[in-house]
């Protein structure tokens, strides 16, 4: 089966730097993603990774290692509002399917 | 360029009955996927339509069904509802079938009685 393994909570101060590991167990990996979601909100698109490597979007950063199926998201200079819930998602491809599998999420909570 | 809407936002049904929610996708997005997310737990994937034909389902029974059409709205409809169908129901729209981002709506809160 399919599976993500992600921290439930992390807690962090304003001004640090924070790391949300994800591991998954797939078949037909095609990439990792990563999404933000407030209490009460909609998911939103963070990041995504299908090659190895770091991707840098303005204070966040992804990381992939598709040998190790393994990936991160890198929070830089924490702020209150960063304060949500994170999901990892890997996007599955079969034959003519798709299929986009969510993490049970990390719920991050950053302190003055 | 408006967002994704869902409707209803809130919705209380009881055991056995039946649920049509609706989504509006972005225009120009062909592609819509439908979630449900229970409390305090990742999006469940259900299916994901493009060009009005379901291209992927999770492991979700055949009581979940959907609709996509070619003005960019789509369904999704539970028949014989259960008392664990409650979640709240999140649809995303993309450009293409595998696309880096998905856009999501607000989503709807469904209980079952």
């Known amino acids: 089966g399919q599976s993500l393994e992600q921290p439930s909570e992390v807690t962090a101060v304003e001004g640090a730097i924070v790391q949300i590991n994800c591991t998954y167990q797939?078949?037909?990996?095609?990439?990792l993603s990563w999404y933000q979601q407030h209490d009460g909100g909609a998911p939103t698109f963070l990041s995504y990774?299908?090659?190895?490597g770091l991707e840098e979007t303005g204070r966040f950063s992804s990381f992939l290692s598709r040998s190790d199926s393994y990936g991160y998201l890198l929070l830089q200079e924490l702020q209150m509002k960063d304060s949500a819930s994170y999901f990892c998602?890997?996007?599955?491809?079969?034959?003519?399917?798709?299929?986009?599998?969510f993490g049970s999420g990390t719920r991050l909570l950053v302190r003055p | 360029e408006t967002g994704v809407t869902q409707s209803p936002t809130h919705l209380i049904k009881t055991r056995g009955q039946q649920v049509t929610l609706r989504c509006s996708s972005q225009?120009?997005?062909?592609?819509v996927s439908w979630y449900q997310q229970a409390l305090g737990q990742g999006p469940q994937f259900i299916f994901q339509?493009?060009?009005?034909?379901?291209?992927g389902r999770g492991n979700f029974p055949p009581r979940f069904s959907g609709l996509q059409f070619p003005n960019y709205s789509s369904e999704l409809n539970v028949n014989a509802l259960e008392l664990d169908d409650s979640a709240l129901y999140l649809c995303?729209?993309?450009?293409?079938?595998?696309?880096?981002?998905?856009?999501f709506g607000p989503g709807t809160r469904l209980t079952v009685l």
């Open positions: 998602a890997v996007s599955l491809r079969g034959d003519s399917s798709y299929k986009l599998i």
């Open positions: 797939t078949s037909g990996f095609y990439g």
């Open positions: 990774n299908a090659l190895d």
């Open positions: 225009s120009g997005h062909n592609t």
């Open positions: 339509y493009y060009r009005e034909e379901e291209n």
């Open positions: 995303a729209s993309a450009l293409a079938i595998v696309d880096n981002e998905q856009f």
